[in-house]
């Protein structure tokens, strides 16, 4: 599970043409994975507490997720290079309009301590690192604008 939070972005130095971080103060969905803490005599309805995950462990799931989505937006942008190949050299143009989805503009961001070290884990070596988050782009225009076919819990597509 991940905490959401909208926010706003400004790159320093490094600043890209398009896409996030592109424009000052760009708004932002700001997420971090949370674990739940139940209390010590066990699970009851609904109650927990949102806890952190240690450093490492985060840093590890939202490293996992942002290469995830950037192979997923290589293998897309790959795909829809064939499909323009394949338009292009045919003799007729396709019957059917051709969806164009895209994933998500995002982005990992990590929070520093500046000129402290800490310790994550008993033994590990110290580091400035508070925080990794997941920066997504926010998409504008409310629910009528962004179609989810799939979410977390089931990979069957939502087409109703």
Same mark, same amino acid.
């Not at 398009?18 to 109650?47: C, D, E, M, Y």
């Given at each position: 599970?991940?905490?959401?939070? !909208?926010?706003?972005?400004?790159?320093?130095?490094?600043?890209?043409?398009?896409?996030?971080?592109?424009?000052?103060?760009?708004?932002?969905?700001?997420?971090? !994975?949370?674990?739940?803490?139940?209390?010590?005599?066990?699970?009851?309805?609904?109650?927990?507490?949102?806890?952190?995950?240690?450093?490492?462990?985060?840093?590890?799931?939202?490293?996992?997720?942002?290469?995830?989505?950037?192979?997923?937006?290589?293998?897309?942008?790959?795909?829809?290079?064939?499909?323009?190949?394949?338009?292009?050299?045919?003799?007729? !143009?396709?019957?059917?309009?051709?969806? %164009?989805?895209?994933?998500?503009?995002?982005?990992?961001?990590?929070?520093?301590?500046?000129?402290?070290?800490?310790?994550?884990?008993?033994?590990?070596?110290?580091?400035?690192? %508070?925080?990794?988050?997941?920066?997504?782009?926010?998409? !504008?225009?409310?629910?009528?604008?962004?179609?989810?076919?799939?979410?977390?819990?089931?990979?069957?597509?939502?087409?109703?």
């Amino acid at each position: 599970f991940k905490t959401a939070h !909208p926010g706003w972005l400004t790159l320093v130095s490094h600043i890209p043409t398009t896409g996030l971080g592109s424009t000052p103060h760009q708004k932002v969905i700001v997420k971090r !994975p949370f674990i739940k803490i139940f209390p010590p005599n066990g699970p009851s309805a609904g109650t927990y507490k949102v806890g952190c995950y240690a450093v490492a462990d985060e840093l590890s799931k939202q490293f996992k997720e942002a290469n995830v989505l950037y192979w997923a937006n290589s293998l897309l942008d790959l795909t829809y290079a064939f499909i323009n190949h394949c338009v292009v050299a045919s003799s007729t !143009p396709p019957h059917f309009d051709i969806p %164009r989805l895209r994933f998500i503009h995002a982005g990992l961001t990590l929070s520093f301590l500046p000129g402290q070290m800490i310790v994550a884990k008993l033994g590990a070596k110290p580091c400035s690192i %508070r925080a990794a988050f997941h920066l997504e782009e926010l998409i !504008p225009g409310g629910l009528d604008a962004f179609v989810k076919f799939i979410h977390n819990t089931d990979c069957d597509p939502l087409l109703d």
